[in-house]
Structures are given as structure tokens and as C-alpha cells.
């Protein structure tokens, strides 16, 4: 049976500023169409600032292009949505060096609307701008049961252990969403896969108890999001005696501000008043390319998916052709 031949590899990314100019106009790139307030954006993008204006994203996906031009045996491309390089201009760019068929690696583990679908829509777009001489793009599949991907966690998770007392409590996060977004693209899809994959960190890092808590919810206060939020969650554990934390930041497969700023700055200066010793485990961030060189393989030759054995495991989705929806209730 022949397989499908691939002449590229794009990695399609959320994107950053690389510069305080960019702060502002990245961030409204993010929120266009939500009717977010001006001086809401100047609250966030001091976050940004406080780092010169530069989103630690950009270096890492540089950096894991580079170890996937090691790992695999065709051209790589960046991309991203809000910020340059655009998916837009790249997919164009692969087009006019007579790209025809490329599989695409999305920087984030998960299902749901802002996790995969936009990323869907991404490459819908972007072939739309190339026009007719757009390469096929088709968009490989989730991750967040893959093994290496667990391991990476877990290992992490020990790393992290081993500079907090052996008392530490272990605590997955991972970036909330609006209570009325939980049933696109499957129910509560999103929040199942997360509650997965921490179980089998969990696992893997030999721990059977922990907790699961939700960051960086935005928008009015009114609006419910996924609970329980991290800060409230630290509250509530330094009053009940708790003096160790290990913080996991399951949901991100790299440094994005919401890693850096949300739970380095503000969760650490919060655990550091309440007396509380905290220790953050690390992100995949470059080492990311191993698993999505696996990934590749998996695409170009046909086998199986490799997954990490459970009853019951989550849907495992995301996989499409040239932007079309992999379910049909995920628009």
C-alpha cells in the first residue's frame, strides 16, 4: 500500500512580540473581534513588557525548528497567527518554492476551539491567501497522550521535586476556557484530555494524588470559567497547611507568558507570601521536536498511533486536510 509523499513540514504557532512596538499590535491581532477594551491590552501587555516586549515563544519554536530539521528529511517552515512570521505569508512562501503537499505540526497537545480548531482555521486561511498554487496541508493529529510527550511531564515533575520538600503537593494547571466554549468539538473534550494527560504524568512520576486547577481566565468577571483557579487553589491550600507546591503546566507545551508570567511572577510571588516553598516543572519547549518528528513518521507511513494504554482513553482527534473540520461540531 503506498503512503501518502510529504515535501514539508510546517510548524503553525500561536505567536509573540519580538519587541516592545509589537506588544500592542500583537495583542490586538489576539483579541480582534471580542470587543476587548483598550486599557484591558495595557494591562496584559505590561506582562509582556516586563520582558522587554519579547514573548519567550519565538525563541523556543526557533529552536525547535532546528532540532526538527535534524529529525526529519524535508524542509521545515514557521508560522504562526498573530504575529509574524504569518501563516498566511509562509504558506505562500511554500508555494512559490513549489511545495505541493505538507503536514503540519500545531504547537499545542489539544482538542477544542482555541486549542485545534483555530489552528484548523489557521490553514484554511492561509491557503485561501496562496491561492491556487497552495500546497495540500494536513494538519496531524493530537498529542496529548503520546508517550514521549507524558514523559517529558514527568520527568519535569521529578526535576521540580527534588528542589521542594518530599511533602510537596503536586498541582497540573492548564489555561481555563469559558464555560459556554466546554462542549465544542466533543463534551467537555478539552477538560477530559487535560484531566487525562495529568493523570498519566501523575503516573509516570510516581504520584497518586494531586490536583488539577485552571489559569489565565480573561474577560468580564461575570463570564464563568473552568474552576477551580489556581490562585484561589493556592489560597486554599496554604489555609489548610500546605507549606510545598510543585506546579505542573500540563497545558502548555512551552514557556508562553501565561508559564512565565502567570504562574513564575504572579503564582510564585503569591506561594512566596503565604510561606509556601514552590517549585515550577518545565515545559517541553524545543524538546517538543522529538515528539513531533514521531508524529511525522506516524503521518507519512500510516501505522498505528501511539498512545499511552488506558480503558477509556479520551477521542483522540485534530487530524484534517486543507482546513477542513475533523468533526463536524467544532466550528
Not at 12 to 22: I, K, M, T, V
Not at 33 to 55: C, M, N, Q, W
Not at 112 to 125: F, L, N
Request: some cysteine.
Amino acid at each position: 500500500m503506498a503512503h501518502p509523499v510529504f515535501d514539508a513540514l510546517l510548524l503553525l504557532s500561536f505567536g509573540g512580540p519580538e519587541g516592545e512596538a509589537d506588544v500592542m499590535p500583537f495583542l490586538e491581532n489576539v483579541t480582534r473581534g471580542r470587543g476587548i477594551p483598550r486599557e484591558r491590552l495595557a494591562d496584559v501587555a505590561e506582562h509582556y513588557l516586563h520582558f522587554g516586549g519579547v514573548s519567550p515563544i519565538n525563541g523556543i519554536n526557533r529552536a525547535l525548528i532546528e532540532r526538527l530539521r535534524t529529525l526529519v528529511d524535508v524542509p521545515v517552515y514557521f508560522g504562526n497567527r498573530n504575529w509574524q512570521p504569518y501563516v498566511e505569508d509562509t504558506v505562500t512562501a511554500m508555494a512559490e518554492d513549489g511545495v505541493t503537499r505538507a503536514a503540519v505540526f500545531a504547537t499545542s497537545a489539544w482538542g477544542g476551539y482555541s486549542s485545534c480548531t483555530q489552528y484548523v482555521e489557521d490553514i484554511a486561511r492561509a491557503r485561501a491567501a496562496a491561492g491556487d498554487s497552495a500546497p495540500q496541508l494536513v494538519k496531524i493529529r493530537q498529542y496529548f497522550d503520546h508517550p514521549m510527550f507524558v514523559q517529558m511531564f514527568a520527568d519535569a515533575v521529578a526535576e521540580a521535586a527534588r528542589t521542594v520538600p518530599d511533602d510537596a503537593r503536586l498541582v497540573f494547571t492548564a489555561h481555563s476556557i469559558p464555560l459556554s466554549a466546554r462542549s465544542r468539538c466533543g463534551p467537555e473534550l478539552y477538560e477530559r484530555q487535560v484531566a487525562h494527560a495529568a493523570r498519566l504524568v501523575a503516573a509516570a512520576a510516581g504520584y497518586d494524588d494531586y490536583d488539577q486547577v485552571w489559569q489565565s481566565r480573561s474577560g468580564p468577571p461575570q463570564v464563568p470559567w473552568l474552576e477551580p483557579d489556581a490562585a484561589d487553589h493556592l489560597r486554599a491550600l496554604a489555609d489548610g497547611g500546605t507549606t510545598a507546591v510543585i506546579v505542573c503546566p500540563i497545558g502548555f507545551v512551552a514557556d508562553h507568558i501565561e508559564v512565565v508570567w502567570d504562574l513564575d511572577h504572579e503564582l510564585k510571588a503569591q506561594a512566596d507570601d503565604a510561606g509556601m516553598a514552590f517549585a515550577r516543572a518545565a515545559t517541553p519547549n524545543a524538546d517538543l521536536a522529538l515528539v513531533a518528528a514521531d508524529l511525522f513518521d506516524e503521518l507519512r507511513t500510516g501505522r498505528a498511533p501511539i498512545r499511552v494504554q488506558t480503558p477509556n482513553p479520551p477521542p483522540l482527534q485534530g487530524f484534517s486536510v486543507n482546513g477542513a473540520l475533523c468533526t463536524p461540531n467544532c466550528g
